[in-house]
T-cell receptor, first 110, second 113 residues
Framework: DAKTTQPPSMDCAEGRAANLPCNHS???????VYWYRQIHSQGPQYIIH???NNETNEMASLIITEDRKSSTLILPHATLRDTAVYYC???????????FGTGTRLKVLA | SQTIHQWPATLVQPVGSPLSLECTVE??????LYWYRQAAGRGLQLLFY??????ISSEVPQNLSASRPQDRQFILSSKKLLLSDSGFYLC????????????FGDGTRLSIL
């Protein structure tokens, strides 16, 4: 079973920030949160990951709550090319394994 | 930089035929390697992972097997394909360190007729 919960779909206007939430209430202290996106018929693309501090890179920002039970991926200025399924993943503690859920289908609207 | 290659991109096979999908990684050594399958409209299901040559862990009992004959080569096989083996197969790699992200190939879309 997936260790994360995400809304099945979201819409965002082009040029606005897209905020994608994820709940991971059973996360352990040493487990990281990873975000990927998958555009139709392609392999998932790594976006960002973090443990407890907020993280930012050229693609997105990751905000993790202080209790680490939830996080938000922020795409600061969404474009039509950001339309994809976004997966929030917590690795299985002590292993190299991910368990994927069904993700959030983000549609960026012109 | 590291790259991952999967082939073929698409494959149509009859029921009962054998299967061999190959994945290779360049630009890194001793990677962890993974095979996933994705059914239409679903999330990814981990099938196999490997932390070294000849070391294969199977996550789901099924009609498939995996092998790692070389450090950066990962092969997914079947002796006799079933209709239920249809799907999108993805190979991924990660560094041999904890908490490293996985990086995916472009996948193979397998259709069984």
């Amino acid at each position: 079973d997936a260790k994360t919960t995400q809304p099945p779909s979201m819409d965002c206007a082009e040029g606005r920030a897209a905020n994608l939430p994820c709940n991971h209430s059973t996360i352990s202290g040493n487990e990281y949160v990873y975000w990927y996106r998958q555009i139709h018929s392609q392999g998932p693309q790594y976006i960002i990951h973090g443990l407890k501090n907020n993280e930012t890179n050229e693609m997105a920002s990751l905000i993790i709550t202080e209790d680490r039970k939830s996080s938000t991926l922020i795409l600061p200025h969404a474009t039509l090319r950001d339309t994809a399924v976004y997966y929030c993943i917590v690795s299985v503690s002590g292993t190299y394994k991910y368990i994927f859920g069904t993700g959030t289908r983000l549609k960026v609207l012109a | 930089s590291q790259t991952i290659h999967q082939w073929p991109a698409t494959l149509v096979q009859p029921v009962g035929s054998p299967l061999s999908l190959e994945c290779t990684v360049e630009g890194t050594s001793n990677p962890n390697l993974y095979w996933y399958r994705q059914a239409a409209g679903r999330g990814l299901q981990l099938l196999f992972y490997s932390v070294g040559i000849g070391q294969i862990s199977s996550e789901v009992p099924q009609n498939l097997s995996a092998s790692r004959p070389q450090d950066r080569q990962f092969i997914l096989s079947s002796k006799k394909l079933l209709l239920s083996d249809s799907g999108f197969y993805l190979c991924a790699w990660s560094r041999d360190l904890s908490n490293q992200p996985q990086h995916f190939g472009d996948g193979t879309r397998l259709s069984i007729l």
